[in-house]
């Protein structure tokens, strides 16, 4: 079992920068994939990013495709969300998932362990 803690959250201005971080604990993060989902209020849980095992294959949703980035160093147990250019729209909650093994399609139910969330407010 992992557990998972984020943290980067806060409040920045529509065409700022985030980095979020998602530590996670115990020896094996390896087995993990990975990926970042977002919750605006009143709206479902929604993928934003996600990164294979070993780090070499990364996927988006088509809304952050080319301003956010997820990255991971499993020798520190730890993934990061490069949040760029953000928008009012990517006002949410942002929790860290870990998956084990492959993600076959990346949505909520697929994903086993969850952090309990960062909250990210984009003003205009």
């Known amino acids: 079992q992992v557990q998972l803690v984020e943290s980067g959250g806060g409040l920045v201005q529509a065409g700022g920068s985030l980095r979020l971080s998602c530590a996670a604990s115990?020896?094996?993060?390896?087995?993990?994939?990975m990926g970042w989902f977002r919750q605006a209020p009143g709206k479902e849980r929604e993928f934003v990013a996600g990164v294979s095992r070993g780090g070499g294959t990364t996927y988006y949703a088509d809304s952050v495709k080319g301003r956010f980035t997820i990255s991971r160093d499993n020798a520190k147990n730890m993934v990061y969300l490069q949040m760029n250019s953000l928008k009012r729209e990517d006002t949410a909650d942002y929790y860290c998932a870990a998956k084990v093994g492959i993600v076959v399609r990346p949505i909520r139910e697929n994903y086993d362990y969850w952090g309990q969330g960062t909250q990210v407010t984009v003003s205009s």
């Open positions: 115990g020896p094996t993060f390896g087995i993990y994939s």
